[in-house]
């Protein structure tokens, strides 16, 4: 039968804090949040007000879940390709009448012109067309 593994918690048993806690003060109806260890730790943080009580609050559980970026069963990861997603969305946009007012709006703050399409800046260009 294998040996078990002894995991060394630096002396801690169980989870170790900070927590987030509601305590109640002498005089006021609402709680004050606080972060802290312990009640010790608490009437520390609060500098000699009276705690009538307290609560720790459960954890927040993040609930995060994730899709797999690139085709179907890839696993090789690699640098995102803007440009080409753009390119999808702007086509997804002009099939469906372009963006909205509000949204060219914003658009046009940043200095982005959705309507006019790029104009080339080589000089032959530039030349060609009289602009140089």
Request: hydrophobic share 30%; glycine share 8%; charged share 35%.
């Amino acid at each position: 039968m294998p040996k078990k593994q002894k995991i060394w918690t630096m002396g801690n048993k169980g989870p170790t804090g900070p927590w987030v806690w509601h305590a109640w003060i002498k005089g006021s109806k609402k709680p004050v949040r606080v972060v802290a260890f312990d009640l010790q730790h608490i009437k520390d943080q609060l500098e000699g007000k009276q705690v009538i009580k307290t609560k720790r609050l459960p954890e927040e559980k993040d609930e995060f879940s994730s899709m797999p970026l690139g085709p179907k069963g890839s696993t090789v990861n690699r640098p995102a390709d803007y440009d080409t997603g753009f390119k999808i969305l702007r086509e997804w946009v002009d099939q469906n009448g372009g963006p909205p007012e509000e949204i060219r709006v914003k658009l046009r703050e940043l200095y982005i012109d959705y309507d006019r399409s790029k104009q080339k800046t080589t000089r032959y260009s530039a030349k060609k067309k009289k602009r140089y």
